[in-house]
C-alpha cells in the first residue's frame, strides 16, 4: 500500500522554516474557526489566524505557534506560508507566544495603519484646500 501522508511545509517570507514527512492528520486555526486535514481532504486554501498548528506523525504529535497566513493543501502537500512560526517544548507555552508576541504585531500593524490612514486624509484635506 502507498504512503498515505502528507508533507507539511511551513514557509517564512525569508526563508523555509521546517519541512515534515509523513503528517498523518493536522489541525490549523483560520479565520472563521479550527479545521482538520486528512491526506485524502479535496484540495483547499485557507486564510490563517494567529494560533497553533497541530500535526501528527508516526512518531506523536506536535504543535508550532503561527502568525497569520495562507495553508494550500494540493494532493499530498500542504504549504503554510506565514509571517512567522515558532516550536516550542510545550502547548502552553505555544500559546502564550501567539498572545504575546503575535497578536502583540497585529495591534501595532492596527495602529501604524489608523496613523496612516489620519495622515492619508490630512492630504486629502489640504489639497483639497488649495485654490490655484
Known amino acids: 500500500m502507498p504512503d498515505e501522508s502528507m508533507t507539511l511545509e511551513i514557509l517564512l517570507p525569508q526563508r523555509v522554516y521546517a519541512t515534515i514527512a509523513g503528517v498523518e492528520r493536522m489541525v490549523a486555526e483560520g479565520v472563521g474557526g ?28 506536535s504543535w508550532l505557534a503561527i502568525d497569520q497566513g495562507l495553508l494550500v493543501k494540493t494532493g499530498l502537500r500542504v504549504r503554510v506560508a506565514v509571517r512567522a512560526a515558532q516550536a516550542g517544548s510545550g502547548l502552553a507555552n505555544l500559546r502564550e507566544a501567539v498572545a504575546g508576541q503575535f497578536l502583540a504585531i497585529d495591534d501595532n500593524e492596527r495602529a501604524m495603519r489608523g496613523a496612516m490612514q489620519k495622515l492619508e486624509t490630512g492630504f486629502v484635506h489640504a489639497l483639497g484646500g488649495r485654490h490655484d
Open 34 to 61: 479550527s479545521f482538520g486535514l486528512l491526506p485524502h481532504r479535496l484540495d483547499c486554501v485557507a486564510a490563517l489566524a494567529p494560533g497553533i498548528l497541530t500535526y501528527a506523525t508516526a512518531a506523536g504529535e
